[in-house]
């Protein structure tokens, strides 16, 4: 059913639960499904047959917040399903469905909606999963920020033993898929008005194939984590805890482009707090780091550190060791670095 021309902006009648929701929930939503026509329920059966799944099923649930909605490599939108489909991939998961929820702020224009909506079935198709069922919503104006996604996903695990931080080990080397501070510089330099030079996307994209052509290889992941909120920092402290473990980072060896380092030293920023939307951290044992490096070369994979081993402070350590030989402790961000980024 068509929205008419003066109903271009969301109301708070498109979240009441009659006829304007059902018509807002026809005219931009049903196509995310893959059967559009279907007749929708409370929730879904979904085709999954488990007897005959490779592994078990992985599940996670993520929030999807960002100011501005669009951004150069991406919008609210693809933000989500991918990352999303990430989290799953950390495990060794491929995805399968997703839930999807959208918070809507009362006076969203409609065209921006339905941009997001278009790039949301398009990060599907890349990414090779389906939305099975979803809810809306709306908020007072000035209470929701234009948008807010809430999605879960569903994957299968493709993974032949565990990928988790239990299984770090010391003398394990630690890997980043390629480099680093993109996504967080790219939002905070549109949000600002900065106008870099040259110009910073963020890298915005699906971690599952490379996952998979590590697997494939028979590269033994003991870890793997994205790097989001808080960067790099923030997922090797995380993963040091939970030993907890002394890893040593080598700073001459952290891959970050010239544009985002000159940009974070102007302006007064770490890009190892910054944060990454299509890179993860792998944590591989010793004799498997060259092999790793060889599948992620593409991408520009790098080797920058080892895990010492066990930390003797009961706590755990992040060291960064300079170019001069020098050594300081890394320590994670701390407090609204940069709010509204994922």
């Known amino acids: ?14 979240g009441g639960g009659g006829t304007l929701m059902r018509e807002l929930i026809d005219s931009e939503f049903r196509r995310l499904y893959a059967d559009p026509d279907r007749v929708l329920h409370d929730a879904a059966i979904l085709p999954i047959n488990l007897a005959a799944t490779q592994g078990p099923l992985a599940f996670t649930a993520d929030g999807t917040v960002v100011q501005p909605l669009i951004f150069p490599g991406g919008d609210i ?9 990430n989290d799953l991939a950390m495990a060794g998961a491929r995805a399968l469905h997703l839930s999807l929820t959208a918070i809507l702020e009362e006076g969203l224009p409609l065209e921006v909606l339905r941009g997001i909506v278009r790039s949301i079935a398009q990060a599907c198709r890349d990414c090779g999963v389906t939305i099975e069922t979803g809810d809306t919503k709306v908020v007072e104006r000035g209470k929701g920020d ?17 990928i988790h931080p239990t299984r ?5 080397g630690i890997i980043v898929s390629g480099d680093l501070g993109r996504h967080g510089l790219a939002i905070l330099a549109l949000r600002h008005g900065l106008h870099l030079e040259p110009p910073i996307a963020s890298d915005c994209a699906p971690l599952w194939p490379l996952v998979k052509k590590l697997l494939e290889q028979g590269i033994p992941l003991h870890c793997l984590r994205d790097l989001t909120r808080g960067g790099l920092a923030m997922a090797l402290q995380e993963l040091a805890d939970a030993g907890p473990w002394c890893l040593q980072l080598e700073e001459a060896q952290l891959p970050i482009a010239q544009a985002v380092a000159v940009s974070c030293d102007l302006l007064g920023l770490d890009p190892l707090h910054l944060a990454n939307e299509g890179r993860f951290v792998a944590i591989v044992p010793a004799e498997a780091i060259e ?10 994979g790098a080797w920058i550190g080892t895990v010492l081993g066990r930390s003797g402070s009961g706590t755990g350590e992040v060291l960064l060791r300079t170019a001069l030989g020098t050594e300081r402790r890394l320590q994670p961000p701390s407090g609204e670095l940069l709010p509204r980024i994922c």
């Open 291 to 300: 092999k790793t490096l060889t599948v992620l070369e593409p991408g520009g």
């Open 146 to 162: 234009g948008i807010f996604l809430s999605t879960s996903g569903i994957g299968v695990v493709e993974s032949p033993d565990p």
């Open 1 to 14: 059913m068509r929205i008419e021309p003066h109903q271009e902006r969301i109301r708070l009648g498109h």
């Open 77 to 85: 939108g693809s933000l989500a399903v991918i990352g999303t489909v």
């Open 168 to 172: 770090i080990g010391a003398g394990d």
